[in-house]
């Protein structure tokens, strides 16, 4: 069976934050992995105030970005040839969180299909045992190779 190497990226960055992410916008949350399994995915971030909204609370399209980028990477890292796409994102909230607070989001594979995946995923202050927010997202299957860093 032949190596999964985006998960060899991924596991190779765990504990760190992954500077090396294509996505730019994903890259910019700074999300440190802490778990990496094909098809499931756990990082930090911590709330910073370029995050926070007028309350002074974590933005919920910050939330949602965490959330769709996790999910996506939780895709990539099925290791197929082919880029998907997010065709939905559906986001729940539930509780806030502050500057300065570490958030953790976990991302799984719920339905892998042949051309679209659902996958669903959690944000929690584990610090004070709050569920922050979940979502779920079908991504489909487009024509555009992915191009994710070889080493």
């Not at 399209?61 to 939905?88: E, F, Q, R």
């Not at 991504?139 to 992915?146: A, G, N, S, Y």
């Amino acid at each position: 069976m032949e190596e999964n190497k985006i998960v060899a990226i991924l596991k190779s960055n765990i504990g760190n934050v992954f500077k090396e992410n294509p996505s730019k916008f994903g890259a910019w949350f700074g999300g440190k992995l802490i778990e990496v399994e094909e098809g499931k995915l756990s990082a930090e971030y911590r709330v910073r105030t370029e995050m926070l909204n007028g309350i002074g609370t974590l933005h919920g399209g910050v939330i949602a970005g965490i959330l769709d980028d996790l999910m996506g990477t939780a895709v990539v890292s099925l290791g197929s040839k082919n880029c998907y796409t997010t065709v939905n994102l559906n986001i729940d909230y539930f509780y806030p969180a502050k500057e300065g607070d570490v958030v953790t989001a976990k991302a799984f594979m719920v339905k892998k299909g042949n051309v679209i995946h659902h996958v669903q995923a959690e944000l929690w202050n584990l610090a004070i045992g709050k569920l922050l927010a979940k979502g779920s997202s079908n991504l489909l299957k487009i024509d555009v190779e992915v191009k994710y860093p070889t080493k």
